[in-house]
């Protein structure tokens, strides 16, 4: 909470109004940069009381990748909502010509951060799933139906991702029909976000599925006894 604060301050404090436009930029930039690194430093110390925490055989590893796996979520949710809502708020009311050429500069950019991360998300995300998961009889777990009602989710996220690639991204500059299916297109990426985020904090409160499978197998194991 005091991470929150202190990043929520740093966000909102206020810059001169006699200051040039480039300095007034540059205290915005810094600001955001005090900002991220409060972020990474607030993810961090998740992952340390994370689950990839507990794993006792591959403690450092597995807390290396769900740090990695956090901070490249983080990194594209909300490149994902701040794109939504920029198109939402801006974009829509400069002139065609002028959507065209920003959405034709903007998308590419944002296309390699989110590959970046969509990358970075599918290694450590696996990584992680294996250290929690380990063996297929414990995704009957509700730690394991649980996992898959995310990975459910997150599929058609990346469809779509897929589809702004390699299908609208083309068609921005010379197309002003393709901006509306971007802004669609985006827009229900961030509401599956907000569907895997909620699906994420089930998953934070439950066993691991390596756990809750090993004891019902030791519980299956122990022998019957019976006592007059």
């Known amino acids: 909470v005091g991470r929150l604060g202190l990043m929520a301050a740093v966000l909102c404090l206020p810059l001169s109004p006699r200051q040039p436009a480039d300095e007034e930029h540059r205290g915005w930039s810094y600001s955001l940069l005090w900002a991220t690194g409060l972020g990474g430093v607030l993810l961090l110390t998740l992952s340390l009381v994370s689950h990839g925490a507990a794993t006792l055989e591959i403690p450092a590893t597995a807390v290396c ?27 829509w009311a400069a002139a065609p010509e002028v959507r065209r050429t920003a959405l034709a ?4 950019r944002f296309s390699l951060l989110a590959g ?4 970075t ?8 799933a294996w250290a929690q998961v380990t063996v297929l009889p414990a995704l009957r777990t509700p730690y394991g139906m649980t996992l898959l009602v995310k990975l459910a989710l997150v599929l058609p996220l990346l ?6 690639l390699l299908w609208v991204r083309p068609r921005l500059a010379r197309q002003d029909t393709a901006g509306y299916w971007l802004y669609w297109g985006v ?13 994420v904090g089930i998953l934070t409160s439950l066993e691991p599925a390596r756990q809750v ?16």
Request: charged letters at 10%.
């Open 121 to 128: 998300v599918i290694i450590t995300g696996g990584c992680s």
């Open 213 to 228: 499978a090993a004891q019902q197998r030791n519980a299956s194991k122990r022998p019957l006894t019976l006592q007059d």
């Open 65 to 91: 990748a769900e740090f990695l796996h956090l901070l490249a979520a983080a990194f594209w949710g909300g490149g994902l909502f701040h794109l939504a809502l920029s198109l939402l708020q801006g974009l």
């Open 116 to 119: 970046l991360c969509v990358s």
């Open 105 to 108: 500069a903007l998308v590419p």
């Open 159 to 164: 469809g779509l991702g897929a589809l702004n």
């Open 187 to 199: 827009t229900v990426e961030a509401l599956l976000v907000v569907l895997i985020l909620g699906a």
